[in-house]
């Protein structure tokens, strides 16, 4: 049986000027199962995400994606980690300016175990099934809904577990 996408445990998170914290005393996501994060402005869903990506570290506690443990590792380590195992899409899209939606979504299958001869084809299958009938536009030309689709595409490239 797979691991989980995602364990969390006693996860605990604050600022370091603030004495707002985050705390998710529990959590487990299945492969396949679907999770909506709803709260109002400031109230902590980007910032757990971040913290279960590595992107900021947590306080205390521990967030593993799919059986690993991200709270342990530290630098390339961690980076790899997140570039196989999980997808994000950026409320900013955070897409390459001055590059095609097909050179983004490249970007994500660097740090994939899928084989390089796979790349082109995953790419051009996941952008023509997310509307984007020409993959070699650069993102800057696309509407800000084709845009966020190629981030979704970057995002899903890889297969990530999470």
Do not use: C
């Amino acid at each position: 049986m797979p691991a989980p996408a995602l364990t969390i445990r006693d996860l605990r998170f604050s600022y370091p000027d603030a004495s707002w914290a985050l705390s998710v005393p529990q959590l487990q996501v299945e492969a396949g199962e679907h999770v909506l994060l709803v709260g109002g402005s400031g109230r902590g869903k980007s910032t757990l995400l971040q913290v279960v990506a590595g992107l900021r570290e947590l306080g205390s506690g521990s967030v593993e994606v799919a059986g690993v443990r991200m709270d342990t590792l530290r630098g390339a380590a961690r980076d790899e980690a997140r570039g196989r195992s999980i997808g994000m899409i950026f409320q900013t899209f955070n897409l390459l300016h001055g590059f095609t939606a097909l050179e983004n979504v490249f970007a994500a299958l660097m740090f994939s175990s899928m084989p390089v001869a796979e790349h082109e084809h995953r790419a051009r299958t996941l952008l023509s099934t997310l509307g984007i009938a020409d993959a070699d536009a650069e993102v800057d030309r696309l509407s800000v809904g084709q845009q966020q689709r190629v981030a979704v595409a970057r995002a899903l490239a890889a297969r990530p577990a999470l």
